[in-house]
């Protein structure tokens, strides 16, 4: 299982970023993908999850309207393209394969390392 996440970096407020997540084909095709985030003294949360044929999404309320979650199967990719960012998007950003189609985290069952985003006001 492989799953390698990049793109995070620093950011002004109101900025936006592109985050990719790799995958070998085993850990990738025919999973639901999401995103968490884990931002400097908090829990891990649920960001956004897209299902294998990527006409389902589903989105914290935090971020709805802002980032979007997208899926490149031929690429075993999966992106989040985060606009209007804000201070408090700042964190360590997961991609995560799913079983089920949800915000839980324990229905996610392989991680890859994080990258930060930080965004300064």
């Known amino acids: 299982v492989q799953l390698q996440a990049y793109g995070g970096g620093l950011v002004q407020a109101g900025g936006s970023l592109r985050l990719s997540c790799a995958a070998d084909?085993?850990?990738?095709?025919?999973?639901?993908m999401g995103w968490f985030r884990q931002a400097p003294g908090q829990e891990r949360e649920f960001v956004a999850a897209?299902?294998?044929?990527?006409?389902?999404?589903l989105y914290a309320d935090s971020v709805k309207g802002r980032f979007t979650i997208s899926r490149d199967n031929g690429k075993n990719t999966v992106y989040l393209q985060m606009s209007g960012l804000k201070p408090e998007d700042t964190a360590v950003y997961f991609c995560?394969?799913?079983?089920?189609?949800?915000?839980?985290?324990?229905?996610?069952?392989?991680w890859g390392q994080g990258t930060l985003v930080t965004v300064s006001s």
């Open positions: 995560a394969r799913g079983r089920s189609f949800s915000i839980q985290q324990k229905s996610y069952d392989a």
């Open positions: 084909g085993r850990t990738f095709i025919g999973y639901i």
């Open positions: 897209i299902t294998w044929s990527g006409t389902s999404d």
